[in-house]
């Protein structure tokens, strides 16, 4: 069973759409933690969030907003007021932190295409 | 503070030959692990390495092997490559264990292509 689950593969908007990538993920820890990552076509991932499962606080930084909701497992990401340069894949991710040797376990991704 | 850097960028090699990827980890970062990024299997572990000791690992063969130095660059190596090798490799450096949830800083990868 996938750990990290992004239904949506890919999504296109026009610019100045609001746009929400969903995150579903699967662990049987208490403690564990969740990320988002963007990589831009040039590659290289980008840290946006780190979030712990003992704070459920939605978190807004800027254009971007983060719903964690525990009851459904989901880590959702809302990009408002969407941009061109926005557009890049966006992976969730789960850490187990319980154990003395974890792993990272990515989503496969959604690629956000903001159209002008 | 400087990035993960991550050389080289580029590599075309064929198969059978090996290949040693470079990652230089931000300074102060004793964590580096490496990830390999394809468009079927999308972003897979291969292992991490901690203060020059191999402390997690991936599923994937023996060819793909690591090292950590001192001052915490570390490299990769694949031998006996293989098509299927082809993929963004992936470097990312955390202050601590990644494994204990510390965030992760990746560098901008090496593509390696197989023929």
Same mark, same amino acid.
């Given at each position: 069973?996938?750990?990290?689950?992004?239904?949506?593969?890919?999504?296109?908007?026009?610019?100045?759409?609001?746009? &929400?990538?969903? *995150?579903?993920? $699967?662990?049987?820890?208490?403690?564990?933690?969740?990320?988002?990552?963007?990589?831009?076509?040039?590659? $290289?991932?980008? #840290?946006?969030?780190?979030?712990? !499962?003992?704070?459920?606080?939605? $978190?807004?930084?800027?254009?971007?907003?983060?719903?964690?909701?525990?009851?459904?497992?989901?880590?959702?990401?809302?990009?408002?007021?969407?941009?061109?340069?926005?557009?890049?894949?966006? #992976? *969730?991710?789960? !850490?187990?932190?319980?154990?003395?040797?974890?792993? #990272?376990?990515?989503?496969?991704?959604?690629?956000?295409?903001?159209?002008? | 503070?400087?990035?993960? &850097?991550?050389?080289?960028?580029?590599?075309?090699?064929?198969?059978?030959?090996?290949?040693?990827?470079? *990652?230089?980890?931000?300074? =102060?970062?004793?964590?580096?692990?490496?990830?390999?990024?394809?468009? =079927?299997?999308?972003?897979?572990?291969?292992?991490?390495?901690?203060?020059?000791?191999?402390?997690?690992?991936?599923?994937?063969? =023996?060819?793909?092997? =690591?090292?950590?130095?001192?001052?915490?660059?570390? $490299?990769?190596?694949?031998?006996?490559?293989?098509?299927?090798?082809?993929?963004?490799?992936? *470097?990312?450096?955390?202050?601590?264990?990644?494994?204990?949830?510390?965030?992760?800083? #990746?560098?901008?990868?090496?593509?390696?292509?197989?023929?």
């Amino acid at each position: 069973a996938q750990k990290v689950t992004q239904a949506q593969t890919e999504i296109s908007v026009v610019e100045k759409e609001d746009v &929400t990538l969903d *995150c579903v993920y $699967e662990t049987r820890d208490t403690t564990y933690y969740l990320f988002w990552y963007k990589q831009p076509p040039s590659g $290289e991932l980008v #840290f946006l969030i780190r979030r712990n !499962s003992f704070d459920e606080q939605n $978190e807004i930084s800027g254009r971007y907003s983060w719903n964690f909701q525990k009851s459904t497992s989901s880590f959702n990401f809302t990009i408002t007021a969407s941009q061109v340069v926005d557009s890049a894949v966006y #992976f *969730c991710a789960l !850490s187990e932190a319980q154990n003395n040797f974890n792993k #990272f376990y990515f989503g496969s991704g959604t690629k956000l295409n903001v159209k002008p | 503070k400087a990035g993960v &850097t991550q050389t080289p960028r580029y590599l075309i090699k064929t198969r059978g030959q090996q290949v040693t990827l470079s *990652c230089s980890p931000i300074s =102060g970062h004793r964590s580096v692990s490496w990830y390999q990024q394809t468009p =079927g299997q999308g972003l897979q572990f291969l292992f991490e390495y901690f203060s020059e000791t191999q402390r997690n690992k991936g599923n994937f063969p =023996g060819r793909f092997s =690591g090292r950590q130095f001192s001052n915490s660059r570390s $490299e990769m190596n694949v031998s006996t490559l293989e098509l299927g090798d082809s993929a963004l490799y992936l *470097c990312a450096s955390s202050q601590g264990l990644a494994g204990k949830s510390e965030t992760q800083y #990746f560098g901008p990868g090496t593509r390696l292509l197989v023929l």
